[in-house]
């Protein structure tokens, strides 16, 4: 049996020649294969920087183990893309942000921005984040203090939120500066009371466009400026009610969506013969998330809130208990746009006495500006002096109301 011996060639290397094909690429131009394959190593041009938090840094390999060097080294690069390794921290400190920097992770990093770290914004800049999660603490100045121009912010499935501790916001726009905040997948973006995501002021609008399963939280907007929300896919979820945000505009695109907001109604509500019409009360909600922020329709009063200018159809029906009525009695479902009485179906008693349920419904379509009210009422007036309850069940009473842009 014979055996095959595998020769070294590493020991040769320097004592094979070398000769150079375009010496001006080289400095200084090597003479053997030794030397030119050092040169090679210690030139590879880096694509992306580590940031590995704790770790030994090496810069020949694109690692670093704390924040600022990271941050300066992937900054220096012609296309910035800083990469974590493990969840690390952005001490106190000002960076100056690279006209379009991707930061990323290994495995749904955390970043958590602590008090006293800034980021210095040119005229026109984006910041691609795609983490698990990106927090801060700051309490004396905000994350990003924006120029006179424009800040894009890109979110892919990453979790923005505002640390317990923080009191000033993520971005500050200036008095002519805007921002665009995009999300792509699973995001949350959620500020609090003082802390909001975007603080906007000044004439230009800033916008805020939300995406697939986007969670746009409570007190994330702020300021006198215009912010636009944009939502193109109906399963985004969000909330209007922003308290320190004045000059909110909402707007609902990407197609037609169906019902948005879907109701029943199960009480007994009375009405007195012959009084005026009632609002109806205490709806059970199955469906209030399908493009339309989570508060437009408060289901104890009864009242839907348009949260965007467009058209609307509405169609409810009530379901009225077995009453004995004089001829001409009327039983009724009425829409109102504002308060006013815009559509009304009537369920008229054709011979006196008849002792049967009462089935009535309206239809119409509502041409709404944003922050308008819709609201279902009803009336029984059957001349017997007898009030009369709604039947309770939940088939027969019902509510349904769209969107559809105009």
């Known amino acids: 049996m014979s055996t095959m011996t595998t020769p070294s060639f590493a020991p040769k290397a320097k004592q094979i020649g070398f000769t150079a094909t375009t010496p001006g690429n080289w400095s200084p131009v090597p003479t053997?294969?030794?030397?030119?394959?050092?040169?090679?190593?210690?030139?590879?041009?880096?694509?992306?920087?580590?940031?590995?938090n704790g770790a030994t840094s090496n810069p020949a390999q694109g690692i670093y183990g704390d924040f600022p060097s990271a941050f300066a080294a992937a900054s220096a690069l012609t296309l910035p893309y800083l990469v974590l390794v493990q969840s690390g921290t952005?001490?106190?400190?000002?960076?100056?942000?690279?006209?379009?920097?991707?930061?990323?992770?290994?495995?749904?990093?955390?970043?958590?921005?602590?008090?006293?770290?800034?980021?210095?914004?040119?005229?026109?800049?984006?910041?691609?984040?795609?983490?698990?999660?990106?927090?801060w603490a700051n309490t004396s100045a905000p994350v990003f203090s924006l120029p006179s121009k424009q800040f894009n912010l890109i979110l892919n499935g990453t979790v923005l939120v505002a640390d317990s501790s923080a009191t000033q916001p993520f971005i500050e726009t200036s008095a002519t500066g805007s921002v665009i905040i995009s999300t792509a997948d699973d995001c949350v973006v959620d500020g609090a009371v003082g802390a909001p995501v975007l603080s906007a002021s000044g004439t230009e609008v800033s916008f805020v466009w939300l995406s697939q399963m986007t969670t746009?939280?409570?007190?994330?907007?702020?300021?006198?400026?215009?912010?636009?929300?944009?939502?193109?896919?109906?399963?985004?979820?969000?909330?209007?009610?922003?308290?320190?945000?004045?000059?909110?505009?909402?707007?609902?695109?990407?197609?037609?969506?169906?019902?948005?907001?879907?109701?029943?109604?199960?009480?007994?509500?009375?009405?007195?013969?012959?009084?005026?019409?009632?609002?109806?009360?205490?709806?059970?909600?199955?469906?209030?998330?399908?493009?339309?922020?989570?508060?437009?329709?408060?289901?104890?009063?009864?009242?839907?809130?348009?949260?965007?200018?467009?058209?609307?159809?509405?169609t409810a029906q009530l379901e009225y208990n077995a009453i004995?009525?004089?001829?001409?009695?009327?039983?009724?479902?009425?829409?109102?746009?504002?308060?006013?009485?815009?559509?009304?179906?009537?369920?008229?008693?054709?011979?006196?006495?008849?002792?049967?349920?009462?089935?009535?419904?309206?239809?119409?379509?509502?041409?709404?500006?944003?922050?308008?009210?819709?609201?279902?009422?009803?009336s029984q007036s059957s001349g017997l002096g007898s009030a009369v309850t709604l039947s309770g069940s939940q088939y027969r009473n019902t509510l349904s109301i769209g969107f559809m842009p105009s």
């Open 32 to 52: 053997n294969d030794e030397d030119a394959i050092n040169q090679l190593a210690a030139n590879r041009v880096l694509t992306q920087v580590y940031y590995d």
């Open 90 to 135: 952005v001490p106190a400190g000002t960076y100056v942000l690279p006209p379009t920097m991707f930061i990323t992770s290994v495995d749904f990093a955390d970043l958590d921005i602590q008090n006293g770290a800034s980021f210095v914004a040119s005229d026109y800049n984006t910041l691609d984040l795609d983490l698990a999660t990106v927090s």
């Open 216 to 314: 746009l939280g409570e007190d994330s907007l702020a300021g006198t400026g215009q912010i636009n929300i944009i939502v193109f896919d109906p399963s985004a979820i969000y909330s209007l009610t922003q308290p320190a945000a004045t000059n909110v505009k909402l707007s609902i695109g990407g197609g037609t969506p169906t019902a948005q907001v879907g109701a029943v109604n199960e009480t007994a509500q009375s009405f007195a013969d012959g009084a005026a019409s009632s609002t109806i009360t205490n709806w059970i909600v199955l469906r209030n998330q399908s493009g339309f922020p989570s508060g437009s329709f408060n289901a104890t009063t009864g009242v839907f809130t348009c949260p965007a200018s467009g058209l609307y159809p509405v």
């Open 324 to 378: 004995a009525s004089n001829a001409g009695g009327e039983f009724t479902c009425s829409i109102l746009h504002n308060g006013t009485l815009i559509m009304q179906g009537v369920n008229t008693c054709p011979v006196a006495g008849s002792n049967v349920k009462r089935t009535v419904s309206a239809t119409v379509l509502v041409g709404a500006s944003q922050g308008d009210t819709i609201s279902i009422q009803g």
